[in-house]
């Protein structure tokens, strides 16, 4: 199957980079290569990060023919170490896409989606813990813990408690089986709101890719990377992401840590930089064309 995958706010993230050919750009989710390719038309260099190997074939196939292109397998959160690697001190721009890509959810074997029945996978990287040691293993407290804070679901401990029943009779193996069990788990009134699985596959995806310890370790190390006047550009895709994000751009601006009735500051804090916009949405016309966007944040950060 074909690496396509459709990039949200492609003009705006795009923009928000403020690239010129002066610049080096690390795009850390280069999935297809949408993104990547245009920077690539306007950077001096671009490093190409991801940890699908999928991903990587396709960049292979799709980059070649740049010259100012360097493509890398690994995971973002490791940006310190793979510029130590490149022999590259400072960037002067950071792409974020987070989530899963169109790919992986229209691939029914990698396992992500609720609407194709597979093997239970959710692995970006193809490695390490799965989604079915996550639902076979983990103790009914352990899922109800997850399944609270990755995917606010509210009816965590019936869902919890019914994979747990279910597991012991024979280890749960599919992503359909998976959702039966959790229908088992909803009132049938709540089922007429979203898909009832949406939230739990949510949950244990970001479960199996530590996706939120990721992003918040990332944020910290990468405004430590880049050059004055650089920014940090992030898509999210869920309130948890974005929630991170927006604190941590807003921190930066302003970590002034005094009483709000102080007249001045004393705290000696000084602002990291500045956010060139507080947060862009899709717009009509690509949420016609993409209504996977309709979630889809954009926000930006400028180094001082």
């Known amino acids: 199957m074909e690496f396509n995958h459709k990039s949200v706010l492609f003009d705006e993230a795009?923009?928000?980079?403020?690239?010129?050919?002066?610049?080096?750009?690390?795009?850390?989710?280069a999935g297809g290569g949408?993104?990547?390719?245009?920077?690539?038309?306007?950077?001096?260099?671009?490093?190409?990060?991801d940890q699908d190997p999928d991903a990587i074939e396709a960049l292979n196939e799709r980059l070649g023919s740049f010259k100012n292109v360097l493509i890398v397998r690994n995971n973002f959160e490791n940006i310190k170490d793979i510029l130590k690697e490149l022999e590259i001190d400072k960037i002067d721009g950071l792409l974020l896409d987070l989530g899963v890509?169109?790919?992986?959810?229209?691939?029914?074997?990698?396992?992500?989606?609720?609407?194709?029945?597979?093997?239970?996978?959710?692995r970006m990287s193809k490695s390490g813990l799965s989604a079915k040691d996550v639902v076979n293993s983990y103790?009914?407290?352990?899922?109800?813990?997850i399944l609270y804070r990755y995917g606010e679901e509210k009816f965590a401990p019936r869902i919890a408690q019914n994979i747990v029943e279910a597991r012991q009779t024979k280890p749960i193996e599919t992503t359909f089986e998976l959702v039966e069990i959790i229908k088992s788990a909803y009132p049938k009134k709540a089922m007429r709101d979203s898909h009832p699985a949406r939230k739990t596959f949510q949950a244990i995806r970001i479960e199996v890719n530590?996706?939120?310890?990721?992003?918040?370790?990332?944020?910290?190390?990468?405004?430590?990377?880049?050059?004055?006047?650089?920014?940090?550009?992030?898509?999210t895709f869920h309130s948890l992401e974005?929630?991170?994000?927006?604190?941590?751009?807003?921190?930066?601006?302003?970590?002034?840590?005094?009483?709000?009735e102080f007249p001045?500051?004393?705290c000696g804090n000084k602002p990291l930089g500045k956010r060139p916009f507080k947060s862009k949405a899709p717009s009509e016309a690509e949420l016609e064309d993409n209504p996977r966007a309709r979630s889809s944040?954009?926000?930006?950060?400028?180094?001082l």
């Open 101 to 122: 890509s169109s790919f992986q959810l229209d691939n029914a074997e990698r396992g992500f989606s609720f609407h194709r029945d597979a093997e239970l996978d959710m």
């Open 210 to 235: 530590a996706e939120l310890v990721r992003l918040s370790h990332t944020l910290d190390d990468a405004l430590d990377c880049l050059n004055s006047g650089g920014r940090i550009s992030v898509i």
């Open 14 to 29: 795009i923009e928000s980079l403020n690239i010129d050919e002066n610049k080096i750009i690390l795009d850390g989710t």
């Open 34 to 49: 949408g993104h990547s390719r245009e920077i690539a038309k306007k950077a001096k260099l671009l490093i190409a990060v």
């Open 242 to 260: 974005d929630r991170i994000v927006k604190e941590r751009f807003t921190k930066w601006e302003n970590p002034c840590t005094c009483p709000k």
């Open 297 to 303: 944040r954009l926000r930006c950060f400028e180094k």
């Open 139 to 145: 103790s009914k407290e352990e899922l109800t813990d």
């Open 264 to 266: 001045v500051c004393v």
